[in-house]
């Protein structure tokens, strides 16, 4: 008997693709690749950007679809997507047997969106991890790395994602080191991934010398405790485990166009420590490190969470807790900052989410990111500009600034030798010098 269940891949990190155990994958005839828009011809990096997760805007509504392309469309940022899951359908089921339906449609969207187009090479079919070829078992896909056989199998489906998708210049190799924990020594293994890393970079830069890789795109955690780490703060203590495998990677890699991690402002013993807007801290503290690691290598946060679970904040908390964290990445040099947009099936609360699941009206984080990818570049110039007060934060550069109020309380402050007064935990943008 056929005994089919429904598996949900649990997670605050991760929204894993529905499907029922052991689905057997439709073939699908061949046909060529979709044509995309090209990416807007833009003078600055972005800088800032949305991961589509499982549901979002290509597989909607079409009300939803027109909406949420607006607000992603009014100013062209990064969008990313995944080859497998978040989605999309397994990309190659049996060897050789390519199915792109999905991810032709989720890129066709993000084109639409005038979005540049970022992929995340993650995950891998079942047979290239031990399953059985024509079947796509959800209920662990997202956990399980190929066998170290299948390393160039994977490499080989890369480049036929990216013949696929010309107009996709940049490609974060994996995510969060899922399957590359080796629970014996208790450590990354750092050997394995790097080994499936250089394979991928190489086929990669074979399809066209002038797409971007990166790596290890390897989760980084830290403890409130105070262990022995490279990096330590009143924010926690980094665990030395992750960064012992960058240092790997950085040392054994073929070569990089960009370094990518991910992480949490949270501990994992005791959440934002020692308050929700200095735990911000940790997120500066290993970019410094990365850069000073890597030879200035462009920094990337692929995912980055400041909520801890159950925390009862209001929306005007936690996007207040967003933009300064915002802040942080822009005054430490972060390249590129991926939010990972929590868009659910229904219709109902939809905390952080940039548009409403059952309408597409804007949502603050929406905001949020169209006034920082407009106003905050990569390359853009910062200028130093203080707050009298503490308690509000603010970024700047020639012709715009923006203000925070990390207080539960109005604060009226001087700012740009101007007094301004914010609510509780309110976000304000300034003109400066005539913009």
């Known amino acids: 008997m056929l005994v089919a269940g429904i598996m949900v891949y649990a997670g605050f990190r991760s929204d894993a693709r529905k499907q029922p155990v052991g689905e057997v994958a439709q073939a699908e005839p061949s046909s060529p690749p979709p044509t995309l828009e090209q990416p807007p011809p833009l003078q600055d990096w972005p800088r800032w950007g949305v991961t589509h997760t499982q549901y979002s805007a290509d597989n909607v509504q079409a009300e939803v679809t027109d909406q949420a392309r607006g607000l992603l469309a009014r100013v062209p940022m990064l969008q990313n997507q995944h080859i497998m899951g978040w989605g999309v359908g397994n990309p190659e089921p049996s060897p050789g047997q390519y199915a792109f339906r999905d991810l032709n449609r989720r890129l066709q969207f993000m084109a639409s969106s005038k979005s540049v187009p970022i992929i995340t090479l993650c995950c891998a079919p079942d047979w290239m991890k031990g399953g059985q070829p024509g079947r796509t078992d959800w209920s662990k896909n997202h956990t399980v790395a190929p ?253 715009q600034a923006v203000m925070v109020n990390t207080a539960d309380a109005q604060v009226t402050t001087t700012v740009d030798g101007k007094q301004v007064t914010l609510r509780p935990y309110e976000i304000k943008w300034a003109q400066r010098g005539g913009a």
Request: glycine fraction near 8%; proline fraction near 5%; hydrophobic fraction near 40%.
């Open 147 to 399: 066998k170290k056989r299948n390393f160039d199998d994977f490499a080989k489906l890369a480049a036929r994602v990216a013949r696929q998708y010309p107009t996709v210049k940049h490609y974060m190799v994996w995510n969060e080191f899922k399957g590359f924990w080796d629970p014996g020594s208790n450590r990354w293994d750092a050997e394995g991934y790097t080994e499936m890393y250089n394979k991928v970079y190489t086929a990669l830069k074979k399809v066209n010398k002038d797409i971007k890789v990166g790596g290890p795109y390897i989760p980084i955690e830290s403890n409130a405790r105070k262990d022995a780490s490279e990096i330590s703060g009143a924010w926690g203590t980094v665990d030395q485990r992750a960064l012992d495998a960058i240092e790997y990677w950085i040392e054994n890699k073929k070569g990089a166009d960009f370094v990518v991690v991910d992480g949490a402002s949270m501990t994992n013993d005791k959440g934002n420590t020692p308050d929700d807007f200095a735990a911000l801290g940790k997120f500066g503290a290993i970019t410094t490190w990365l850069r000073q690691k890597t030879g200035d290598l462009p920094v990337w946060w692929a995912e980055w969470y400041v909520e801890p679970e159950n925390s009862g904040w209001t929306e005007d908390k936690r996007t207040a807790v967003q933009a300064a964290t915002m802040m942080e990445f822009a005054r430490t040099g972060v390249t590129t900052a991926l939010y990972w947009n929590p868009q659910p099936k229904d219709a109902g609360d939809c905390p952080g989410c940039v548009w409403t699941p059952d309408e597409g009206r804007e949502m603050p984080m929406a905001g949020l990111l169209s006034g920082f990818t407009r106003w905050f570049p990569a390359g853009v110039q910062l200028a130093q500009v203080a707050s009298s007060d503490a308690r509000v934060k603010v970024l700047a550069q020639e012709r």
